[in-house]
Structure formats: C-alpha cells, structure tokens
C-alpha cells in the first residue's frame, strides 16, 4: 500500500549547511514548544481549552516560547557538535566557531519579538554564543546529559505561577532528557559527519 511506504521512507539525509540548519531550528523549536504546551495542557487540566483561550494566558505562552527558544537552539546545537567533534581532528575549534556561526545565522532568521524587546533578544543571542563557546571546555556529552545545565532555567520559564508547579521541576527536566535522546536518534540516523565537518570547515 502506498501509505506503507511512505511510513518506510526515510528523511532526507542532513550533511550540508542548510540541511543542518533547518534540522536544528525544527529541534530547537520543538523541544522546548512541545513541553510548554503539554506542561500547561496538564497543569490545567479540564480547563486547559478555557485557558488557552485566554488573551493574557497566550502572550504569556508566546513570550515563554521565544525566551526559551535560544536554550533550545544550545541543547541541540551542543547534541550535533558532539557528534562532529571525533571526525573534525585536529579542525576541531575552528569548526565548532563555524558550527556557533551556523546556529547563530538560525537565531537571527527570527525579527525580534514584540514579547521580548530588543535588548533582552539581543542578551539572549549573547548567552547562546557564550553557551556553545563553552561546550569545548568539556569531552561531548551523552544526549540525556546535555539538559542538566538548562533545566532550571527552561522550567522557571513555564507559564504556570510558581506555587501550582513547584513540585513539577523532575518531570521537566526529564521530559527535556528523553526528547532530546530521540532527537539524537533521528539525528544518529540522518546526519552525514564528514559532509557536515567538509562544509563547516568551508564555511571558514
């Protein structure tokens, strides 16, 4: 049956730089938009489509979506930089600095959100370079690791007053663990490392 070929058909494979650049903007945004909305779907409860019909609860799920943005931009730039880093060799600072490049050309893809302002975009940018400058002070980590340092901060940015989710921090941060383990496997199964490594090192 057709169908069953399409379930069969694989994605395109990620080994140049605009493949890799889309691969990691639709991961960025689907790892932290997904546990925003499932976490305020359950948080809510009965009345989760009474609430997301709320004028003020949406800016406050748009304004979440786009400060938590550039974390997910860093877990999953960190995810593919160590998957590069044993092919690159001896290349390997200068083709993190290209892949940093790469990423950053991804933020800037976006206006800056009337939700945010200029300036605290502008910060955001900054962190996200200085957070995937420093992922070479460290050997690669395991995809369920690479979280932990943003865990905190993505879960303080859920929509949610503090006193109904105090208790909901473990769920959160693994949530953010198990997604980003499938999107290494997809990753695993899709990315070319030299092709990437040849263009990151072209790129300079």
Known sequence: MPWLDLLRRRRPPIGDLAALSTF?????????QKGIYEYARARAGHYAKVLFAEQVFINL????RWQAYPLGLAMVGELVEGMLRP????????????????VLSVFDRYPVPAVIGRDDWQAAREDLAQRLKAVSLHPPKLAKDIP?????R?????????RLRDRDFPTIRNYLKVTLCNIHDELSERIDVRGLVAALRRRG
Do not use: C, R
């Open 24 to 32: 990691v903007d639709e991961q960025a945004a689907f790892l932290v």
């Open 61 to 64: 799920v748009e304004k979440s």
């Open 87 to 102: 092919t690159a060799g001896e290349d390997w600072h200068a083709v993190l600095d290209n892949l940093i490049g790469v």
């Open 148 to 152: 932990e340092p943003f865990a905190e």
């Open 154 to 162: 993505y879960f303080a940015l859920m929509p949610i007053h503090e």
